[in-house]
């Protein structure tokens, strides 16, 4: 993602972490569960409080997400013992495309990835930043694109209830063989 390029050089940086953790955790046969959650872009202050040089507030791509259902996923993994924990379905998508598909999802968001991380809100290149030291002024967990987050991730609310996920495929499966015997009868 473009104007991103240090806050995820950090992100594969704690992945790489996690990762090496959890096998040393795994070595020690420490009771410790060592799960990386992913989120998706999320209502917090990063975009108000970052130094930017673009002239105006960036914002990472839609939909954004408030951050409880961060916490949530957090509160989840705490006592459910999982590997990786993806919050927001938009998220779970980009990691698919990345996986599936890298040059064709380059393609994608070659010509719309700028336009996206546009607020169109001014934003000078000398606004206070957090850069060298926290800003008093944004002393909160949510950022200022409330209007705009979602309350609720229904692929985060899934991955957070397997029994769910069970019900959801029983009824898909058996709504498919339903459709299916309707088109042979036809």
């Known amino acids: ?30 009771p410790i569960s060592v799960t990386t959650i ?20 960036p914002v990472a791509p ?7 259902i961060v916490a949530e996923a957090i509160a989840y993994a705490a006592t459910h013992p999982v590997r990786h924990l993806v919050v927001g379905g938009s998220a779970r998508a980009i990691i698919a495309a990345e996986r599936i598909a ?5 393609a994608i968001l070659a010509p719309i990835a700028y336009q996206v991380h546009n607020t169109h809100e001014p934003k000078p290149a000398d606004a206070p930043s957090n850069l060298f030291a926290p800003l008093d002024t ?15 991730s229904l692929y985060t609310w899934f991955a957070t209830h397997p029994p769910a996920q069970g019900a959801a495929a029983v009824g898909a499966a058996v709504g498919a063989l339903s459709l299916l015997g309707r088109v042979r009868r036809r």
Do not use: C
């Open 1 to 30: 993602m473009p104007f991103q390029s240090a806050y995820i050089a950090a992100k594969h940086g704690v992945k790489g972490f996690a990762e090496s953790l959890r096998v040393e955790v795994a070595h020690a046969k420490l």
């Open 38 to 57: 992913m989120p998706g872009t999320i209502n917090t202050p990063l975009f108000d409080k970052a130094r930017t040089k673009v002239g105006v507030k």
């Open 62 to 68: 839609p939909p954004i997400y408030q951050p409880a």
């Open 102 to 106: 890298p040059h064709l999802l380059d």
């Open 138 to 152: 944004y002393n909160t967990v949510e950022g200022s694109f409330g209007r705009q987050a979602l309350s609720h």
